[in-house]
T-cell receptor, first 114, second 115 residues
Framework: AQSVTQLDSHVSVSEGTPVLLRCNYSSSYSPSLFWYVQHPNKGLQLLLKYTSAATLVKGINGFEAEFKKSETSFHLTKPSAHMSDAAEYFCVVSPRYNNNDMRFGAGTRLTVKP | DAGVIQSPRHEVTEMGQEVTLRCKPISGHNSLFWYRQTMMRGLELLIYFNNNVPIDDSGMPEDRFSAKMPNASFSTLKIQPSEPRDSAVYFC?????????????FGAGSRLTVL
């Protein structure tokens, strides 16, 4: 069984300051982990993914995430927030070898203040 | 590629009417997913197809919902009869392969309002 918990439903930062969106997961299998972003009235778009290679994963738009097995975490970070980063972010866990049990987190809404 | 194409983008209907949502996945992708998104429940997987065959439909809420994938380039999600509680955004997504490492490409969604 798998589950994912996004620890904050809403995060607010000022433009130019760091972003941290927290995600913890539980998996009975070797997991694949993803972060997707959803801008208002749009579909979800992949930011980055972890499968089995480097534990520090770099994604689009300056985002990165680190897979920490000991902490069962996959937190998303960005050094400097931009206004265009305001969106909903979803952490996703999936068994690495099949699509049958992919789980989405509840989402974290990121607000960026000028 | 134009991405995953969903239609209609918006649908407003009255309770009891039949609703059909359509999805064209990315050419060559062999897995297709239907999700429902609401404020209360977030993103819920309704059904998952692999090579046009339904693999997991445990998320389909009840018999009013049905989904088909007659070929690799087309899928429908039908609600009959529709109810106000079906109001949501319905997303279709496709991926290449059937492993959990595959990335989902989402359509822009179909926003359904049932009055």
């Amino acid at each position: 069984a798998q589950s994912v918990t996004q620890l904050d439903s809403h995060v607010s930062v000022s433009e130019g300051t760091p972003v941290l969106l927290r995600c913890n997961y539980s998996s009975s299998y070797s997991p694949s982990l993803f972060w997707y972003v959803q801008h208002p009235n749009k579909g979800l778009q992949l930011l980055l993914k972890y499968t089995s290679a480097a534990t520090l994963v770099k994604g689009i738009n300056g985002f990165e995430a680190e897979f920490k097995k000991s902490e069962t975490s996959f937190h998303l970070t960005k050094p400097s927030a931009h206004m265009s980063d305001a969106a909903e972010y979803f952490c996703v866990v999936s068994p690495r070898y099949n699509n049958n049990d992919m789980r989405f987190g509840a989402g974290t809404r990121l607000t960026v203040k000028p | 590629d134009a991405g995953v194409i969903q239609s209609p983008r918006h649908e407003v209907t009255e309770m009891g009417q039949e609703v059909t949502l359509r999805c064209k996945p990315i050419s060559g992708h062999n897995s297709l997913f239907w999700y429902r998104q609401t404020m209360m429940r977030g993103l819920e997987l309704l059904i998952y197809f692999n090579n046009n065959v339904p693999i997991d439909d445990s998320g389909m809420p009840e018999d009013r919902f049905s989904a088909k994938m007659p070929n690799a380039s087309f899928s429908t999600l039908k609600i009959q009869p529709s109810e106000p509680r079906d109001s949501a955004v319905y997303f279709c997504a496709s991926s290449l392969g059937a492993t959990g490492a595959n990335v989902l490409t989402f359509g822009a969604g179909s926003r359904l309002t049932v009055l």
